[in-house]
């Protein structure tokens, strides 16, 4: 997502993983399929075969730690704010809040390609000796489109 104010000249940048549902709908569908295996659990104890339902208790257990897991792992949010005089960037995670600050005018964006081209390419910021990785959950063509903005948004700010 991007956002600019023309009255005070900045720019922002909101970067957020890709996520299909919402902390609700993984809730709806934890109770969904916990109640058919619940009850599928049930209808074997009540025929005799009591062992299925621990198991089955196990697996809905271990499928609610799954989800938990994806959703605290999707709640990352990067803010990149542009201004005249600095570069912001914002990054928070379900249990952590980290933010730096670079002046506009001693930032350099790096973007970096795997040598042997196994890996997604890697976009930095760069000011001071501080080497600051962003845009971590975008895809290739998002990265550099990215980067091209910000190299010229920075450019601009210069002249």
Known sequence: ???????????????????????????????GVGTITIGVAVRFWLIGTWMVMPFAILEMLALG??????????????TIE????????VQKNW??????????????????????????????LRSHGKLLEIGACLNEEERQ???QHLRNRITGCLT
Do not use: Q
Request: with cysteine; aromatic share 16%.
């Open 1 to 31: 997502m991007w956002h600019s104010d023309v009255s005070t000249s900045s720019e922002k940048f909101v970067i957020r993983p890709n996520r299909s549902t919402t902390g609700k709908g993984i809730a709806l569908l934890l109770l």
């Open 65 to 78: 730690y799954a989800f938990v897991a994806v959703e605290r792992k999707t709640r990352f949010c990067e």
């Open 82 to 89: 542009l201004d005249e005089e600095t570069v912001s960037v």
């Open 95 to 124: 249990n952590a809040t980290n933010e730096w600050k670079f002046p506009t005018y001693w930032v350099k964006v790096i973007l970096d390609f795997d040598s042997s081209g196994w890996y997604a390419s890697r976009l930095y």
């Open 145 to 147: 489109e990215l980067t």
